[in-house]
Protein backbone atom coordinates (compact mmCIF):
# COMPACT_ATOMS: atom_id res chain seq x y z
CA UNK A 1 0.00 0.00 0.00
CA UNK A 2 1.11 3.34 -0.45
CA UNK A 3 -0.01 6.70 1.58
CA UNK A 4 0.19 10.20 0.01
CA UNK A 5 -1.10 13.73 1.59
CA UNK A 6 -3.92 14.75 -0.44
CA UNK A 7 -5.00 18.60 -0.05
CA UNK A 8 -8.44 19.97 -1.98
CA UNK A 9 -8.28 23.26 -2.91
CA UNK A 10 -11.67 25.56 -3.15
CA UNK A 11 -15.00 23.85 -3.11
CA UNK A 12 -13.40 20.61 -3.79
CA UNK A 13 -12.17 21.02 -0.35
CA UNK A 14 -15.97 21.38 1.38
CA UNK A 15 -17.49 18.77 -1.10
CA UNK A 16 -15.35 15.41 -0.96
CA UNK A 17 -13.11 16.09 2.41
CA UNK A 18 -13.98 13.89 5.22
CA UNK A 19 -15.73 15.71 7.94
CA UNK A 20 -13.30 16.59 11.18
CA UNK A 21 -10.31 15.97 8.73
CA UNK A 22 -7.27 18.06 8.88
CA UNK A 23 -6.22 20.47 5.19
CA UNK A 24 -3.94 17.65 4.45
CA UNK A 25 -5.52 13.81 4.45
CA UNK A 26 -3.74 11.13 4.27
CA UNK A 27 -5.17 8.59 1.79
CA UNK A 28 -4.03 5.05 1.22
CA UNK A 29 -4.09 3.31 -1.88
CA UNK A 30 -2.92 0.28 -4.01
CA UNK A 31 0.82 0.02 -5.19
CA UNK A 32 0.64 1.53 -8.72
CA UNK A 33 -2.25 3.76 -8.40
CA UNK A 34 -2.26 6.93 -10.55
CA UNK A 35 -3.96 10.33 -10.26
CA UNK A 36 -7.13 8.87 -11.71
CA UNK A 37 -7.01 6.46 -9.51
CA UNK A 38 -6.99 9.06 -6.66
CA UNK A 39 -9.59 11.42 -8.20
CA UNK A 40 -11.70 7.93 -8.05
CA UNK A 41 -11.19 7.54 -4.67
CA UNK A 42 -12.70 10.64 -3.74
CA UNK A 43 -14.85 10.74 -6.58
CA UNK A 44 -14.13 13.99 -8.10
CA UNK A 45 -14.41 13.93 -12.00
CA UNK A 46 -11.50 14.89 -14.37
CA UNK A 47 -13.71 17.69 -15.34
CA UNK A 48 -13.71 19.03 -11.64
CA UNK A 49 -9.45 18.54 -10.81
CA UNK A 50 -8.56 21.12 -13.64
CA UNK A 51 -5.04 21.07 -11.92
CA UNK A 52 -3.01 18.71 -9.90
CA UNK A 53 0.13 19.67 -8.42
CA UNK A 54 2.59 16.59 -6.97
CA UNK A 55 5.51 17.81 -4.98
CA UNK A 56 4.50 20.95 -6.17
CA UNK A 57 5.15 20.21 -10.00
CA UNK A 58 2.33 19.92 -12.18
CA UNK A 59 1.18 16.58 -12.47
CA UNK A 60 -0.63 14.49 -15.64
CA UNK A 61 -3.88 12.51 -14.71
CA UNK A 62 -1.69 9.43 -15.30
CA UNK A 63 0.90 9.86 -13.65
CA UNK A 64 2.01 7.24 -11.51
CA UNK A 65 1.71 8.07 -7.27
CA UNK A 66 4.55 7.17 -4.94
CA UNK A 67 4.47 7.01 -0.88
CA UNK A 68 4.85 10.27 0.91
CA UNK A 69 3.77 12.21 -2.37
CA UNK A 70 2.24 15.51 -1.59
CA UNK A 71 -0.87 16.08 -3.60
CA UNK A 72 -2.95 18.93 -4.37
CA UNK A 73 -6.44 18.77 -6.33
CA UNK A 74 -7.31 22.93 -7.31
CA UNK A 75 -10.64 23.23 -9.28
CA UNK A 76 -10.81 26.06 -12.32
CA UNK A 77 -11.39 28.61 -9.70
CA UNK A 78 -9.53 28.37 -6.12
CA UNK A 79 -9.49 32.15 -5.06
CA UNK A 80 -7.21 32.80 -1.79
Known sequence: MIRVTVTLSGP???HYRSPGS???EE???SPGACV???LTHYGIS???AHMIIINRRKADIRMT???GDQVR????????
Open 12 to 14: LRN
Open 22 to 24: SKG
Open 27 to 29: TVL
Open 36 to 38: ADL
Open 46 to 48: RER
Open 65 to 67: LNS
Open 73 to 80: ILPLAAGG
